[in-house]
Every structure is written in structure tokens, then in C-alpha cells.
């Protein structure tokens, strides 16, 4: 019998997710606008394209390959669709508020990231959950575990380059705050050797001003 789906990376992403909205909302709420203003564009406009295309590959690559081996599925794959659409305008608006607040520091525009960061928190995390109870174990009991693996690895592959060694270190974060049993197979050497020597320090560079 073939293996089926190894979904412990996927859910590794959604954590990522959630990780790093939360450090974005409580960042928003504690910085001063003039040094939030210096540090917040370039790592919420990374953030934004990897959500972006976390939704992207789910809509062409992920959801397709489930609704083909669990038919059953469509209706709810239908509805994560529709809402991928409606987060489409939540992050424009923060996109919106975050050039604000360059443009203009001060208290109102800090507290208008904020809420808008969080609306998208808000939505985005019952969404989430919802694929991690529902979604996911359907593809762990029905998709083919290679096409699963083969799609995964289009999906990172097609990542912004530049936004590699950040997306790299993120996930590692979480991957090693988890039990062994709930890790997934560790990626190729290669992406090892860089995130050991240069990836996680750069992670750590873009992190620091959203927790400290």
C-alpha cells in the first residue's frame, strides 16, 4: 500500500504563521511609531508575499491534489478559496496603513497598523485552523504521499529567493520548538548547512525588533 500525505510540514507552515502574526500585533501595540516606522515595511512586505504565496500554491497545487483523491472535499475547499479571496483585501489594507505610518509616525498611524494587522490575525487564524482539523488530515488518509512530497517541494522552490534564508529561519523556529514525534523530515542537507551557518542569524536579525 502507498504511503499517503505527510502533512507535519504543513502544519509546521501554518504555526509559522500564526507565530509571527501574533509578534507583529504585539509589536504594533509597544513600539514607538518613529522606530516602528524604521523596521516594520520591509518585514510585514516579506510576510505579506509569503502569505500571498502560501495561498497561491493551496488554490494550484494543494487543494486540487485533495479534492482529487477526497471528492468529498470540494465544498470546503470552495469556502478556504472564497476566503483567500476576502484576505486579499484585510492585507491590502495593512499594506495601506504600514506606508502610513512611514510616511506619517505617530500614535494614530501606529494604531492603525495595528488593528489592521490584527484583522487579518483574526481571520486568518480560524482559517487556518480550520484546514489543519479538516483539510489536512483527509490528504494525510487519501493523497499519495510522493505527489504530496513532489508538490511541496514546487512550493518552496517557487518562493521568492530573496526571501529564503527569513522563511527558512521562521520555520526552523518552530520546528525546533516541537516534540520529535511532531517533527517533519528535515529538508535537504543543503538548506541544513545554510540554516545552521548563515539563515538562522538572519532570521534572527529580521525577528529581533518585532520581540524585543
Request: proline fraction near 7%; hydrophobic fraction near 45%; charged fraction near 25%.
Amino acid at each position: 500500500m502507498a504511503e499517503h500525505a505527510d502533512t507535519r510540514e504543513y502544519l509546521v507552515v501554518h504555526q509559522t504563521l500564526r507565530v509571527l502574526l501574533s509578534r507583529f500585533v504585539n509589536a504594533t501595540e509597544r513600539i514607538d511609531p518613529s522606530v516602528l516606522a524604521t523596521v516594520l515595511p520591509s518585514r510585514w512586505a516579506l510576510f505579506a508575499r509569503g502569505l500571498h504565496h502560501h495561498h497561491e500554491v493551496e488554490d494550484t497545487l494543494f487543494f486540487p491534489v485533495v479534492v482529487r483523491a477526497r471528492p468529498d472535499m470540494k465544498a470546503l475547499v470552495d469556502e478556504l478559496e472564497l476566503q483567500h479571496q476576502q484576505l486579499v483585501a484585510r492585507l491590502d489594507a495593512v499594506d495601506a496603513a504600514v506606508a502610513a505610518l512611514a510616511a506619517n509616525p505617530d500614535d494614530a498611524t501606529r494604531a492603525a497598523a495595528h488593528d489592521a494587522i490584527k484583522e487579518v490575525r483574526d481571520e486568518l487564524v480560524p482559517h487556518l485552523d480550520v484546514e489543519d482539523a479538516e483539510l489536512l488530515p483527509a490528504a494525510a488518509a487519501a493523497v499519495d504521499g510522493s505527489e504530496w512530497k513532489q508538490i511541496s517541494e514546487q512550493a518552496f522552490r517557487s518562493l521568492d529567493k530573496k526571501d529564503l534564508p527569513v522563511v527558512a529561519g521562521a520555520l526552523d523556529e518552530v520546528v525546533r520548538g516541537l516534540p520529535k514525534e511532531q517533527r517533519p523530515p528535515p529538508p535537504p542537507l543543503m538548506v541544513r548547512v545554510l540554516v545552521a551557518v548563515s539563515w538562522r542569524k538572519r532570521y534572527g536579525k529580521f525577528v529581533e525588533p518585532l520581540v524585543t
